[in-house]
C-alpha cells in the first residue's frame, strides 16, 4: 500500500475518519458555488451571511452528497460562474432554503427532490437534470458471504449518511426501497441510522449496537452490514484492508443498482440517483436564462471532465485534490472533509459512475416509475422539465 493510501487510512484511526466520505448520503444530490476564485470560491448567502443580488447568482441549496463534486470543480475551472451555494447539513435546511426564498436550485438525489414535491413541502420544483450514478452499496465483512438482503432479515444494519443517520432522506429512501424488492420492510432488520462517522468504526471494530444510545437498547449484537455511497464505500474497504478490525476485510456485497430490474432506458449498472432541481419562478424568468444555462452547462461540463479523467492519474489526482479542497472550504463548517485519495480510488476503480448524458426526455417513462417505486407516490408531470 503506497504512502497516500496509508495517509488516508489513517485519518479514520484518528477518529476523523472517512468523514464524509460518504459526502453523500445521500441522499442526495448538484450545482453549487459561486465566483471568486480558489477551489471553492466565496460561500453564498446563508454560510457567510451575505446576501447577494437574485440577479447576480444562481442560488443553489446543497447537503453533502456525491451531485456537489461537480459543482466543485466548476467553481474552481470557472471562478466567474454566477452561482452561489448555500451548503446545507440535511434535507430539512434545503427545503428551509428553498421555500423562505435563500435558495432556488437544489442538488440532491432525485427521489429526495421528488418526495419533497409529492409531499408538497416544495410544490414548484423542478428536475432539469438527472445524474446517472453506480455508487450505492451494502458493504459486510467477506466472511459474512452476504450476497442477497434476504440473508439480512433479522441481522443488524446499518444505515449511514453524512452528517446524520440520513432517516428520511435519499439513503433510507434507497434502503427501503431495495429492502422492498427482496419482500422485506424497514422491520424485517435490526436496523440504526447513524452518522458515517460514528457507524464506519462500529462496523470495523463489530462494536454491539446498542453501546451507541441512537441505536435500539436491546440490539446487543454487532452489525452484519452497513450501507455507503461512494466514495465512502471504497474508503471503508481501504481501511479494513490497512487497519484490520475485528470485521476483517469488508467488502461490497450487495450493489443497490442491479437490484432495480425491469428498467431499460438506462444501464443495469446504473441509476438515477442524482438530479439538478430548480425553482419554477427562475425556470420562467426569461431574464435569466443565459445566467441559468451557464451555471448548468458549466456543472455538466465538469462532470464530464471527472469522469474523461479516468486511467489519467496525473489528471484524477488535480480533480480529486479540487474536489477534497472544495469540500472543505464549503462543508468545513460541519466538520466534513474528505482526502482525496478516498475520491481517486472509487474513481478509478469503476465503481463510482458519474453522468449526465441522458436527458430526461429519454428516460422519463422509467424514471418516473422509478421515482414512484423509490417514493411511494407517482411525482406530478410539472415535476420534469425539458430544457
Not at 419482500?183 to 454491539?208: D, E, H, I, K, R
Request: charged share 5%; hydrophobic share 40%.
Amino acid at each position: 500500500m503506497n504512502s497516500s493510501m496509508l495517509s488516508f487510512t489513517s485519518l479514520f484511526a484518528q477518529g476523523r475518519s472517512i468523514l464524509l466520505m460518504l459526502l453523500l448520503v445521500t441522499t442526495a444530490g448538484e450545482l453549487a458555488g459561486c465566483g471568486g476564485g480558489g477551489s471553492g470560491g466565496n460561500i453564498g448567502s446563508s454560510s457567510s451571511g451575505t446576501s447577494y443580488p437574485v440577479s447576480t447568482y444562481v442560488h443553489i441549496v446543497a447537503t453533502p452528497n456525491p451531485n456537489v463534486f461537480p459543482l466543485l470543480l466548476a467553481l474552481a475551472q470557472n471562478p466567474n460562474l454566477p452561482a452561489a451555494l448555500t451548503p446545507v447539513a440535511n434535507i430539512n435546511d434545503a427545503v428551509t432554503a428553498l421555500t423562505n426564498g435563500t435558495a432556488e436550485s437544489l442538488l440532491s438525489m432525485t427521489y429526495t427532490a421528488a418526495q419533497n414535491v409529492t409531499s408538497g413541502k416544495v410544490p414548484g420544483l423542478e428536475l432539469v437534470s438527472v445524474n446517472f450514478w453506480s455508487g450505492f452499496w451494502m458493504l459486510a465483512p467477506q466472511s459474512a458471504a452476504i450476497t442477497q438482503f434476504s440473508q439480512l432479515a433479522g441481522k443488524g444494519v446499518l444505515v449511514s449518511g453524512p452528517t446524520s443517520g440520513g432517516k428520511g432522506g435519499g439513503p433510507d429512501l434507497i434502503f427501503q426501497a431495495a429492502a422492498k424488492r427482496a419482500g422485506l420492510t424497514a422491520s424485517s432488520f435490526n436496523l440504526c441510522y447513524l452518522p458515517v462517522m460514528q457507524a464506519a468504526p462500529m462496523m470495523l471494530q463489530q462494536q454491539s449496537m446498542n453501546s451507541n444510545s441512537s441505536c435500539n437498547a436491546a440490539y446487543a449484537t454487532a452489525p452484519t452490514a452497513i450501507s455507503l455511497v461512494e466514495p465512502a464505500a471504497t474508503g471503508l474497504i481501504l481501511d479494513s484492508q490497512t487497519t484490520g478490525g475485528s470485521s476483517g476485510l469488508m467488502v461490497k456485497a450487495i450493489n443497490f443498482q442491479s437490484l432495480f430490474t425491469g428498467y431499460s432506458a438506462w444501464p443495469q449498472t446504473e441509476l438515477p440517483h442524482g438530479g439538478v432541481s430548480i425553482m419554477n419562478t427562475l425556470i420562467n424568468d426569461s431574464s435569466r436564462q443565459a445566467q441559468l444555462q451557464a451555471v448548468l452547462s458549466a456543472y455538466r461540463s465538469a462532470a464530464n471532465s471527472i469522469m474523461a479523467a479516468k486511467g489519467n492519474l496525473a489528471a484524477m489526482s488535480q480533480i480529486a485534490n479540487t474536489i477534497s479542497a472544495g469540500i472543505t472550504t464549503y462543508y468545513g463548517q460541519y466538520g466534513l472533509s474528505i482526502p482525496p485519495q478516498a475520491i481517486s480510488a472509487a474513481l478509478m476503480s469503476g465503481d463510482f459512475v458519474f453522468r449526465t448524458d441522458l436527458p430526461i426526455n429519454s428516460v422519463q417513462t422509467d424514471l418516473d416509475s422509478f421515482l414512484t417505486e423509490v417514493v411511494g407516490t407517482q411525482p406530478p408531470s410539472s415535476f420534469y422539465h425539458q430544457m
